[in-house]
């Protein structure tokens, strides 16, 4: 059942709105100040508001502006002894659902709290279906840059064509949502679009996935299986993390792309497949060929166009604009208003080493804007950013800079720098989990087999 918040100084007005309500069902809590109602309201799940005008201290103007900063969806039925035309018309313009003269009218009181209800549930629904459907699309490329607009042009061109497309680049750069724009303008998008993430599937199972399996064809094949190619049917199969795939599997899916044939494992009937591959990996795909863990046959095969995505911090111009984005973004999924991100925040942001790149960007906005106050400051990046950033050797960082306690002519490349910074940020969050590797991916917001990747590319081990 609904809860009604009632915020009046008159404790006949309160007692007589609880008798009539609590007999209704309604679950009621009371107070006789507007600053109390506003504490509850931080605390509770209210439903409904019924708010008198006139108090002293804080007026119910007030309470209404104050709480419909932090609370826009809860409905204000304002109440006054002094109706006229015009407190109506303000207290509707500040948002309040309708307003009650004293006395209040029994019949008139009960049709407008439950009409307040009916009005909040749908409202809330609404944004429930929203949010839904707007986590289902495929969210926009966003950035001016011009690698950005490189990439999208790309993708216009190459959609429409059945070529293979590899991508490339670092983790949280945007390659998944390069792959879905691929497909979704694609003469293939009415059909799926499939993803496997090859780093998360243990070797041993990484056949049965893409291929599927027969019933009985080993211990746990306890039915048939279709696999994603089949699943695909049609559609596009994005491999991502191809760079992790097993040599065996490598074969199998080589044959796969030449043949556009596949066999269940298991099984001996050979399945004709009609797939658009479009696979993405972070890693140097011609090293791994060096070091004899790729195939270059198949890399041949996937990389017929090759995009590469660039780090965030190769395009740190397109902060602002994937700062306010996620920022809208997140604060309507929040339901509260949109929050400003200063100027000197956004510089402050531009500065920072983004190691995971988009990924954490839009983590820090969130984080952002759930500790910070009414708009993002500089202070605020400062201090809720990144809180692995702490002062190294005793050097306090100053404001507007990066001050990490580095010799900075130590590092030979770029690269080496990223790497670094990479492995000590790692190492912290790692170090801060007490070396549980599942809660540290979680905290990164990377696959756990990504995870014990990096461990072991920076030989990370537990003092
Ligand atoms: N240009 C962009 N504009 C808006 N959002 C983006 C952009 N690029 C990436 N994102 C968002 O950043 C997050 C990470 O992107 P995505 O998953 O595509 O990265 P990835 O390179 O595939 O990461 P990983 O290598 O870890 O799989 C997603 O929420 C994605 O929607």
Not at 349 to 364: A, D, K, Q, Y
Request: net charge negative.
């Amino acid at each position: 059942m609904s809860t009604i918040l009632i915020i009046d100084d008159e404790r006949a007005i309160r007692s007589s709105l609880r008798d009539i309500l609590e007999y209704e069902d309604y679950t009621i809590l009371d107070v006789d100040n507007g600053r109390d109602g506003l504490e509850i309201l931080k605390k509770e799940k209210v439903n409904l508001v019924l708010c008198d005008i006139k108090m002293n201290n804080m007026d119910g103007m007030e309470v209404l502006s104050e709480a419909h900063q932090s609370s826009p969806d809860i409905p204000f039925i304002m109440i006054s002894g002094h109706g006229t035309i015009e407190t109506a018309v303000e207290a509707a313009k500040k948002g309040a659902f309708d307003f009650l003269e004293k006395p209040l009218d029994l019949n008139r009181l009960l049709i407008t709290v439950r009409n307040a209800l009916d009005k909040s549930s749908l409202v809330t629904e609404t944004k429930v279906l929203k949010r839904k459907v707007s986590s289902s699309k495929t969210k926009d490329i966003l950035g001016e840059s011009g690698a950005i607009k490189r990439i999208k042009e790309t993708i216009d061109r190459v959609a429409p064509t059945e070529a293979r497309v590899l991508i490339t680049g670092a983790n949280g750069s945007g390659k998944e949502l390069v792959a879905r724009w691929l497909h979704e303008k694609s003469n293939r998008s009415q059909a799926p679009l499939i993803e496997v993430n090859c780093a998360a599937i243990p070797s041993e199972l990484i056949e049965s996935e893409l291929f599927g399996h027969e019933k009985g064809s080993f211990t746990s094949a306890i039915k048939q299986r279709i696999g994603k190619f089949e699943q695909a049917s049609g559609g596009t199969l994005f491999l991502d993390e191809i760079g992790d795939m097993s040599l065996s599997a490598q074969a199998k899916v080589l044959r796969a792309l030449q043949e556009h044939k596949i066999t269940r494992v298991g099984g001996d009937k050979e399945i004709d497949v009609n797939v658009r591959v479009v696979a993405a990996t972070n890693k140097d795909l011609l090293k791994e060929i060096e070091d004899g863990n790729f195939r270059m046959d198949l890399y041949h095969r996937l990389s017929v166009i090759l995009i590469h995505v660039p780090a965030l911090i190769d395009r740190v111009d397109d902060i602002p604009l994937l700062s306010t984005n996620f920022c809208e973004e997140i604060c309507m999924e929040y339901g509260i208003p949109v929050k400003e991100i200063t100027n000197a925040a956004m510089r402050e942001l531009s500065h920072l080493p983004w190691t995971g790149n988009i990924r954490e960007l839009r983590n820090m906005i969130e984080r952002l804007i759930i500790l910070s106050d009414k708009s993002i400051t500089d202070k605020d990046v400062v201090a809720f950013a990144n809180p692995s950033r702490e002062p190294v050797n005793g050097i306090a960082q100053e404001k507007g800079t990066v001050n990490y306690g580095l010799d900075m002519d130590s590092f030979d490349s770029f690269q080496d720098y990223k790497d670094h910074a990479e492995k000590e940020f790692i190492k912290y969050k790692l170090e801060k989990n007490n070396w549980n590797v599942s809660k540290t991916a979680d905290d990164l917001d990377i696959q756990r087999s990504h995870l014990y990747s990096k461990i072991e590319k920076f030989g990370l081990k537990r003092d």
